[in-house]
């Protein structure tokens, strides 16, 4: 099949999901075509069946606000034209899935038929999307792509919930592909940034509110106060001044690193003992997956879609939001020798629940069922 994905061409988990799920279509004999306006972070190199297609975006004095979405919807067009395209499938709903429609209606009166797919994260839905501004468009979005799906339950329950959708969502967990590690290397780099009996924390975000990395640094803090440990910090946003300032209040610095950006995270959770995710809300938790692939446990919150993914006892220890006491105290019993050599194990079985393998077959199917 030749498949158009649209997606946010950053370190956000929608574009890493379209991202992934578009390398390994193409590594299955699909053609790719992805369409954003910037090329997306986990593209990598050069390889078969892959293509790019750039929205360059017109600077004219007149616009305050460059129409993006218009010429997205106009490239679309011309990529299906050109490029006989079967399908398009869209990540993240604003302003992903109007823009499609919009491409399809034009198609249509061309006389070209394409469905489209729309796949809801999360903050298009549970944050931006609530915007009373956004809803009338979502709704008809929603209810207009040719399929939806959502990436868990708890998303799917959150999209009936908030808007007035009349039609069928399926779930279609998001996955994790497998990077061959290696082992000399992780203890290698482990070296570089803690010393032997030293424990290591890891947190992956965009360090805006809704990740609470003010709820990763005190759970640090008291883990730190028993454990000698590590806090390693990936990721830039809005909140990172104020982390690097509370690090400062809490005397920290010299055990919390901030790396910034990183493209290639899993290199970086493997050096960890546990992943921290204490988010206010969360419609699937890719990053805490994606530690769990690498044997990681996760300590999280019990908001939204992790408990779908991060397994109490088993995986790793959920707590209530907020509840930075009760997190402390399971990553410190998680620690302990004993408990963490088995949790690591758990986590990793965990997640091959998630496998690209599993996975991609549902999304293939549910092409073919449009194509045809
Ligand atoms: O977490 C973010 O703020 C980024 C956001 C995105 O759209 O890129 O992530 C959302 O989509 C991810 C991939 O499906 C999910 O794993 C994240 O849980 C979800 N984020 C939220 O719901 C806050």
Request: aromatic share 10%; hydrophobic share 40%; charged share 20%.
């Amino acid at each position: 099949m030749k498949i158009g994905i649209v997606l946010y061409p950053t370190y956000g988990g929608s574009g890493v999901v379209a991202t992934e799920l578009g390398k390994a279509l193409a590594a299955k004999g699909h053609q790719i075509h992805f369409i954003t306006y910037s090329q997306p972070v986990r593209l990598g190199s050069f390889r078969e069946n892959i293509f790019y297609h750039e929205v360059s975006l017109t600077d004219y004095p007149l616009f305050d606000f460059q129409p993006y979405e218009t010429q997205l919807a106009s490239k679309m067009v011309d990529v299906v034209n050109h490029e006989k395209l079967d399908i398009l499938h869209v990540h993240y709903a604003i302003p992903h899935a109007s823009a499609a429609f919009m491409a399809q209606q034009i198609l249509k009166a061309q006389g070209i038929t394409i469905p489209f797919v729309t796949t809801l994260h999360g903050t298009d839905i549970t944050l931006v999307g609530k915007d009373p501004s956004f809803e009338p468009v979502i709704t008809f979005c929603i209810n207009h792509s040719d399929a939806v799906t959502t990436v868990s339950e708890s998303l799917k329950e959150d999209t009936y919930a908030h808007f007035q959708v009349t039609r069928d969502i399926q779930v279609i967990p998001n996955f994790v592909v497998e990077d061959a590690e290696d082992e000399h290397y992780t203890v290698y780099m482990r070296q570089k940034y803690a010393s032997d009996g030293e424990r290591i924390l890891c947190h992956i975000s965009n360090f805006r509110p809704v990740k609470r990395v003010d709820d990763v640094l005190r759970i640090f803090a008291k883990v730190n106060a028993v454990l000698p440990s590590k806090l390693i910090l990936v990721g830039d946003g809005p909140d990172r001044y104020h982390c690097e300032r509370l690090c400062r209040e809490l005397n920290l610095c010299d055990e919390v690193i901030f790396l910034g950006k990183v493209r290639d995270t899993s290199h970086v959770l493997e050096m960890a003992d546990v992943f921290l995710l204490p988010s206010e809300t969360e419609s699937f938790g890719l990053a805490a997956l994606e530690a769990m692939a690498v044997g990681v446990p996760v300590i999280s919150s019990n908001t939204g879609g992790i408990p779908e993914v991060n397994i109490h006892g088993f995986s790793g220890y959920l707590s209530n939001v907020g509840d930075i006491d009760d997190m402390a105290k399971n990553a410190i019993e998680l620690l302990k020798p004993e408990n963490h050599a088995v949790f690591k194990k758990q986590a990793k079985l965990r997640s091959e629940e998630f496998s690209l393998a599993r996975i991609l077959p549902l999304y293939e199917e549910l092409y073919r069922t449009l194509v045809k």
